[in-house]
């Protein structure tokens, strides 16, 4: 146990240093040379205009740029090593502190966005699957098709079009209380519960084949075990690691729809930073979102014993 | 057993159904507005208050004041200074009205314009660069001089610009400012960065009179036009600009909206990526391609009533420097064939496009997606070539990556966002794209140059504005050095019953106006 939890965590921290290795790297092949548009964000405020030889010249100094690659990586690491990010050359505040202020906007949509996908990916999924080939069944998979396929831009439009501007019921955009994160959390949910409820219905079917279903039957068991500790609890196995994966996706944040809506969440932050070269915040985006993908991991690779023993066992 | 199933199954999804719908209904809140406030929904993010680096924001929101400020129709006129003269020729003079009051009650002196000035310009680079000061010196309580670092006879114009605002230095620990004391109609409430939201409430100390409005909220970093569009429509903000440009006529006819178009210093060009270079070393193809774009197809059905088609100068009409007697090259496809044909470029092989030793008239037209109507000005400009046998691809990607292809062959930008008033002064536009040192794409006249040097050390201002006009007619007439397409022009949104919005067009994109109130 000790010590797959030091594999682990050999592994998590791997892929941080990966990870912040390759963006760091990456960032350099973007077009446009960094000290220009930082030079851009820096002394023009606008980035349609020229800086002067000067000016990149002076954050070139300021920056350090011109050093090789190498040492700018080395001694960004060396710091976060000590737990300092740096600061956001746009705001002057600590990467830390820009990340933090986001961080409440980002998980609680995200949350609620997957919270919302159990809660009817799940229950229409093993309706599908016990109605297979039912109008119940072909009713819950087109609507589970036409959520997938729907862009979500254009399913947040739509849906501000009718809850906000016919109905009045929820405000348009902006971040704040309860109301303002409904209509964010139903466009990101929907696509998620389609995905869940499909993914649900398929491998409940594939149980549902099973021997030991049959077995159980045989046997006498009542539907409502049968369905409970055998037929849905392994069913759910796929369908977690399919949560985890789009809680993970959530909470690197959603562009489009952060912006559509206003929300403060991290995915914005992300992009505006990548447009202003802003190393440290962009380097500090990544490595939050590494860590929360690994805890993730971590969270549902603790969750599987729990649901089928024999994982564990290993 | 089927019904077992069925009923838990009922269960959850009475469940899910009672939480989505319980969500909903508790957040049938009235949006209450008090009387006299108003909601800004602004499209760019803010981020701080701090007025080294945001003054720009505080002064389009009224907060923070300059020296001088610029009035609607172009003027320089007095704000925190009473008077200024030149006193040498590097040196000005500024005389401060006494009777300046901050937000906190306490009296303005050159101590505090000293003070803000210099931090400002310690904290935020791009305003040294912008305002020219190399040094300021206070000479009594209510008199200052700064020292310019060339020769400038733009100062008293570079101080209206918002980023030089004047504010007391209340730092907190961490040397920021999270509480912006200043001078203007409304005072700082509270920011909330996590929403990017700005609360500001009357000054009731304010020489000209407390503001009609008792409150204004801004929300900023609303940058998606359709949901601006609808947070407009929803009632949840009273006034936003720039909604997508095909709801114009749409929310015009809606009952409860205002819709504003006002003129703003901005426009839209054809920019060469090499004029150095063939083909557009050659006058006679720049001109080709001036004379190529139907401007006012552009404007009608593109800009659909949010811009004007371009006279041949990219200023803004109205403005003291702009030479208006620019011929300009109106749209007349056989002149732009007649050049092409002098210029050497003829259709040998009969595919419709112009060619000269071998080399077919193949090119890029590079545009950005943030400004909309870019990517449809591009395409409208690559069928009006066509016309004249020019084959051009339109390619949309990010402004920087646009700028590392100004080297290859024939690449052209459309640009928008042209903002000439920046600074109230027509140094600021006019150094940036026609003085040779500046120029991304090699404009070089030996002429230009040396007006605009002149000018710069000119302090006479008719003299000065005429150095400039001799510019202009230069630049657009006899070298076609740039395109100008089309003035873009500012859609301002509100309620209905917000009234009394001035629209000064020097701003970008727009600052309210003390007299607006609530009906």
Request: aromatic share 8%; glycine share 8%; proline share 4%.
């Amino acid at each position: 146990m000790l010590l797959n939890f030091i594999k682990r965590l050999g592994i998590f921290c791997l892929v941080l240093v990966i990870s912040t290795t390759l963006v760091f790297f990456m960032l350099h092949s973007l077009p446009g040379e960094k000290a220009v548009v930082m030079a851009k964000y820096i002394f023009l405020g606008n980035v349609e205009l020229n800086p002067s030889n000067e000016e990149i010249q002076q954050v070139k100094d300021k920056f350090d740029l011109d050093r090789s690659l190498m040492s700018q990586y080395i001694s960004w690491a060396g710091a976060a090593l000590h737990g300092d990010l740096g600061k956001s050359y746009q705001s002057n505040d600590p990467v830390s502190e820009e990340i933090l202020i986001r961080l409440p906007a980002t998980i609680t949509l995200a949350f609620v966005s997957v919270l919302m996908s159990l809660f009817i990916g799940i229950p229409l999924g093993v309706l599908a699957a016990v109605k297979q080939n039912s109008i119940t069944d072909y009713l819950c998979s087109t609507t589970a098709v036409l959520g997938i396929s729907m862009p979500n831009f254009w399913l947040a439009l739509l849906l501000i079009l009718v809850f906000s501007l016919k109905l009045n019921l929820t405000p348009t955009i902006g971040y704040g209380g309860l109301s303002h994160l409904i209509l964010p959390a139903v466009t990101l949910g929907t696509a998620s519960s389609a995905v869940i409820m499909r993914l649900t219905r398929s491998s409940m079917l594939e149980v549902m084949r099973q021997d030991y279903i049959r077995a159980a039957r045989g046997k006498g068991l009542s539907g409502r075990s049968i369905f409970l500790t055998h037929s849905l609890r392994n069913a759910l196995i796929p369908v977690i690691t399919m949560i985890g994966l789009e809680f993970g996706h959530l909470l690197g944040g959603t562009v489009i729809i952060e912006t559509i809506f206003a929300w403060p969440g991290i995915g914005r932050l992300l992009i505006d930073s990548i447009s202003a070269r802003d190393i440290p915040v962009i380097q500090g985006c990544v490595l939050f979102i590494t860590l929360m993908y690994m805890l993730l991991n971590f969270t549902i690779d603790a969750v599987y014993p729990l649901i089928d023993p024999r994982i564990g066992g290993n | 057993m089927t019904k077992i199933r069925t009923k838990s199954i009922g269960s959850m999804l009475l469940i899910a159904a009672m939480l989505i719908s319980m969500s909903f209904f508790s957040c049938m809140t009235a949006l209450c507005s008090s009387d006299q406030k108003l909601v800004v929904g602004e499209v760019w993010t803010m981020g701080s208050v701090d007025p080294a680096m945001h003054s720009y924001e505080l002064n389009n929101f009224l907060v923070a004041e300059g020296l001088t400020s610029i009035s609607p129709d172009f003027k320089i006129v007095p704000c925190l200074a009473d008077s200024w003269e030149t006193s040498g020729s590097d040196s000005w003079r500024f005389h401060l009205n006494k009777d300046i009051k901050f937000h906190d009650g306490s009296k303005l002196t050159a101590d505090d314009v000293v003070s803000a000035l210099q931090r400002t310009m310690k904290m935020n680079p791009s305003v040294t660069g912008q305002l020219n000061i190399k040094k300021i010196t206070k000479v009594d309580d209510y008199t200052l001089d700064i020292t310019t670092n060339t020769s400038d006879a733009s100062l008293p114009a570079r101080m209206a610009y918002g980023r030089a605002s004047i504010y007391k230095i209340n730092e907190d620990g961490d040397g920021t400012i999270s509480t912006p004391i200043c001078t203007g109609p409304f005072k700082f409430v509270s920011y909330d960065k996590a929403s990017d939201t700005l609360e500001l409430a009357k000054n009731e100390l304010y020489r000209e009179g407390a503001p009609k409005l008792d409150a204004v909220t801004v929300r900023f970093g609303i940058g998606d036009a359709n949901a601006r569009e609808m947070a407009i429509e929803s009632g949840e903000v009273d006034f936003t600009t720039e909604p997508p440009l095909g709801s114009t006529k749409r929310l015009q006819g809606d009952a409860s909206l205002n819709v504003i178009i006002h003129q703003l210093c901005q426009g839209y060009k054809l920019k060469f990526g090499d004029v150095s270079k063939a083909p557009y070393d050659d006058i006679k193809v720049r001109r080709a391609i001036a004379y190529a774009v139907d401007r006012e197809s552009i404007a009608n059905d593109i800009l659909l009533g949010r811009g004007k088609a371009s006279d041949g100068n990219a200023l803004t009409p109205g403005l003291a420097w702009r030479n208006n007697d620019i011929k300009g090259y109106s749209y007349n496809v056989q002149k732009a064939k007649d050049l092409l044909g002098e210029a050497g470029w003829k259709d040998t092989d009969g595919d419709g496009i112009v060619d000269k030793d071998g080399k077919s008239f193949k090119i890029t037209l590079y545009t950005w997606p943030q400004r909309p109507a870019l990517p449809s000005i591009a395409q409208a400009i690559q069928s009006q070539f066509k016309e004249i046998g020019i084959d051009a691809e339109v390619r949309i990607m990010e402004w920087d990556a646009i700028s590392d292809r100004a080297d290859e062959w024939g690449m052209m930008w459309v640009a928008g966002g042209d903002a000439c008033m920046m600074i109230p002064d027509p140094s600021y536009y006019i150094e940036g794209q026609f003085l040779s040192s500046n120029c991304d794409y090699h404009y070089k006249n030996a002429k230009v140059d040396d007006l605009i040097m002149q000018a710069r050390s000119t302090f006479d201002e008719d003299k000065r504005y005429d150095l400039y006009k001799q510019v202009q007619k230069i630049v657009y007439d006899d070298d076609c050095a740039q395109v100008p397409i089309a003035f873009h022009y500012l859609c301002v949104v509100t309620k209905k019953d917000v009234k009394g919005y001035v629209p000064n067009p020097v701003h970008h994109d727009y600052c309210i106006s003390s007299g607006i109130y609530r009906e």
